[in-house]
């Protein structure tokens, strides 16, 4: 069976300070890694990763995969206290009708 | 809005009733997920519809729920019997199975809520 581990659970961190948001994975015929934002609604998409070293952007917002270990980062630079969310990561596998394995989620909370 | 479209988006009923969630995907997608969440959890995999066709249900769906798609877009699950550990959100959503690097994957609605009493 397909699993994802997220650490720390959760963090609490001042804004303008950067964090780091890590995805372990077990799955079989990996496909792609998902990193989605959720703010007490629907989860809302970030980051789609398919390949090693190949790091994604979109703002302050950045990931990256390995596909040895395997796990995947999210980092949050110069952070705000709209990031206050929780992150989740998610695992497809092939073959599997892009159905998702999500971890359990990191809450992070920007204090001002 | 993601334009995956769920009603009602809360519901709360007394142990023992049934109760029916609808989901309306975004209309070119032909795939249709059910997941739950329950807080601290990520979403769970309930369910995958292919059009029409559903094609994958998880070990979590006991007999007492039962989802459909009967024209291959809308679709609906159905609690019967609900038990309080059904309390949880029940989220939908679409793909249009072009995974792959593009962007467009797959989108969440904004859930329906369901707390039973």
């Known amino acids: 069976e397909d699993k994802v581990v997220q650490s720390p659970l959760s963090l609490v961190v001042h804004e303008g300070d950067t964090v780091t948001l890590n995805c372990s994975y077990e799955?079989?015929?990996?496909?792609?890694l998902l990193w989605y934002k959720q703010e007490k609604k629907a989860p809302t998409f970030l980051f789609m990763l398919?390949?090693?070293?190949i790091e994604k952007k979109s703002g302050r917002l950045s990931s990256i995969l390995d596909k040895k270990e395997p796990f995947s980062i999210l980092n949050i630079t110069a952070t705000q206290t709209g990031d206050s969310a929780i992150y989740l990561c998610?695992?497809?596998?092939?073959?599997?009708?892009?159905?998702?394995?999500f971890g359990k989620g990191i809450t992070l909370s920007v204090r001002p | 809005d993601t334009g995956v479209s769920q009603n009602p988006r809360h519901k709360i009923t007394k142990r023992g009733q049934n109760v029916t969630f609808r989901c309306d995907p975004i209309?070119?997608?032909?795939?249709l997920y059910w997941y739950r969440q329950t807080l601290g959890q990520g979403p769970e995999f309930l369910t995958y519809?292919?059009?029409?066709?559903?094609?994958?249900k998880s070990r979590l769906l006991s007999d007492r729920f039962s989802a459909e798609r009967p024209k291959g877009s809308f679709s609906t699950l159905e609690i019967q019997r609900t038990e309080q550990g059904d309390s949880a959100m029940y989220l939908c959503?679409?793909?249009?199975?072009?995974?792959?690097?593009?962007?467009?994957?797959?989108?969440f609605g904004e859930g329906s809520w369901l707390t039973v009493v």
């Open positions: 799955v079989t015929n990996f496909r792609s």
């Open positions: 998610a695992v497809e596998a092939t073959g599997a009708n892009s159905k998702l394995t």
């Open positions: 398919t390949s090693s070293g």
């Open positions: 519809f292919q059009n029409e066709a559903q094609l994958e």
């Open positions: 959503a679409s793909s249009s199975g072009l995974l792959l690097e593009r962007r467009d994957t797959i989108y």
């Open positions: 209309s070119e997608h032909n795939r």
